[in-house]
């Protein structure tokens, strides 16, 4: 008899969830049920595949979810993290596994007690950041005081970025995952990170030009600008005494200081409106951020409010997304100016059928043991195969594939919500992934932290 497998939510990053799942479906007797609100969308190979089935499922129609959920073994929720508790109530109510890769939210927390008096494991932040960033850095973690050590340092940056071999444009940046995220990055509160004992903030308007630079080998150099919250893991990881504690986003040098413009000239904010949006060019777009001028161009007005030289790369950035295009128009009514900053980049950032994207993950751990200090600097790089096997869906799609797996094997039984953190979760997902391309690589390198005796403001 099949175990039976809802997917809830076919978007970018499940071609390889699904693709694992149908590949294991005779071996582990599995029948799949995918159930999207737009099922038309999915691939005639899918919709035929002996071992599953499509459905039509809108998550508000909440007769067909608890349908689905009740017929199913286990959930594995891929929606928006808005409406994973729609799904998380019901497999409360007919008591069924839960698995995100989602961040675990304040709602979905609610749910621990429940989820362990029925024995329901609620496993969240299993898919690539948070997931694998999890998993790589508590297995080193770990393995670190297994052997006696105590943690100083904890640094850890994700990017999904562009292929060396697709990368054509100035930006050196495609789109990969969720445009939205990308746009409205940092917004809502300063960035908040512990450094070399002292905390530290840094509001929206200064997140892009506070970055830090660091080499991965044989795909040259990267800078990362820090993540909203550093501090959330503290308590996760065991790194109460550490000095150090900073996560942050990846992307190509030159990125941050060309995205800062953005912020300068207010086309990030998501705050309000903008009158008559439909219909208006891309340039009367850009000229709407700009002082009033009778006789001067909008280019002259942009690169004189931004200090841009015509010979500066910045300006050729600008030209290359098409801002001062009257011929490219904006379909979009009453848009925010994010919303419309997303659609101007969408037409130059979208990944062509046959490009390929790359995720890379940089972890960089401080110790000390016996006295002494170390440093170890770890990187993993996956590159995609195309504009639907991405590198993201992979490190997103995989782990949960293989941790939905892992619970209906009850390799994995410890109930309750949660995140993979424990041995019994990363350790068989890590080694499984191997077999797909995603390794991590570890460097012993010199410790390069500070002298608290030579340092008196840090």
Not at 24 to 35: F, Q
Not at 176 to 187: L, M
Not at 417 to 426: F, G, L, N, S
Not at 438 to 443: D, M, P, S
Request: net charge negative; hydrophobic share 40%.
């Amino acid at each position: 008899m099949s175990r039976k497998i809802l997917v809830v939510g076919a978007g970018k990053s499940t071609s390889y969830l699904i693709d694992y799942f149908l590949e294991k479906s005779e071996s582990e007797k599995l029948h799949l049920t995918i159930g999207d609100i737009n099922p038309d969308a999915i691939p005639e190979h899918i919709v035929n595949h002996t071992n599953c089935s499509v459905i039509p499922l809108d998550i508000f129609d909440t007769e067909n979810r608890q349908i689905a959920i009740e017929q199913s073994d286990i959930v594995v929720s891929m929606l928006p993290a808005r409406m994973h508790m729609e799904v998380a109530r019901d497999c409360i109510t007919f008591e069924k596994h839960l698995v995100t890769a989602s961040y675990v939210s304040k709602e979905i927390k609610t749910l621990d007690t429940e989820a362990k008096k029925k024995g329901l494991v609620f496993m969240n932040e299993i898919g690539l950041d948070p997931g694998i960033d999890h998993m790589s850095a508590m297995q080193v973690i770990d393995r670190i005081r297994d052997q006696g050590g105590q943690m100083i340092l904890f640094e850890s940056f994700t990017g999904g970025l562009v292929a060396p071999e697709s990368d054509d444009n100035l930006w050196n940046y495609k789109f990969t995952w969720n445009p939205r995220n990308v746009v409205v990055a940092g917004q809502g509160g300063a960035a908040k990170f512990l450094q070399e004992g002292t905390y530290k903030y840094i509001p929206y308007h200064k997140l892009f030009r506070r970055t830090e630079f660091f080499e991965i080998e044989g795909y040259g150099r990267f800078e990362g600008y820090a993540n909203r919250d550093s501090l959330d893991y503290r308590e996760a990881y065991g790194l109460h005494d550490v000095l150090t504690l900073y996560r942050g986003t990846m992307r190509r040098v030159g990125f941050s200081k060309a995205w800062n413009m953005f912020i300068e000239l207010g086309m990030t904010d998501d705050s309000y409106t903008i009158e008559n949006s439909k219909g208006m060019s891309f340039r009367e777009f850009t000229n709407s951020f700009l002082p009033y001028s009778p006789t001067d161009s909008v280019e002259l007005k942009l690169r004189h409010y931004l200090k841009i030289e015509q010979d500066d790369i910045m300006w050729e950035k600008f030209l290359e997304l098409n801002l001062f295009d009257s011929n490219k128009i904006i379909p979009l009514e009453q848009g925010t100016p994010a919303q419309i900053l997303q659609y101007i980049l969408e037409d130059s950032w979208t990944l062509k059928e046959n490009e390929k994207d790359m995720v890379v993950m940089y972890h960089k751990f401080g110790y000390e043991l016996s006295g002494k200090t170390f440093q170890i600097d770890a990187n993993m790089v996956v590159i995609g195969e195309n504009r639907t096997h991405t590198a993201m869906a992979k490190t997103v799609g995989l782990p949960v594939a293989i941790a939905t797996l892992a619970i209906l094997n009850r390799k994995i039984t410890t109930p309750g919500v949660q995140i993979p953190i424990k041995k019994e979760v990363y350790e068989p997902i890590l080694e499984e992934l191997k077999a797909y391309g995603v390794i991590f690589k570890e460097y012993d390198v010199p410790y390069l932290g500070y002298n608290p005796e030579s340092v008196y403001d840090k």
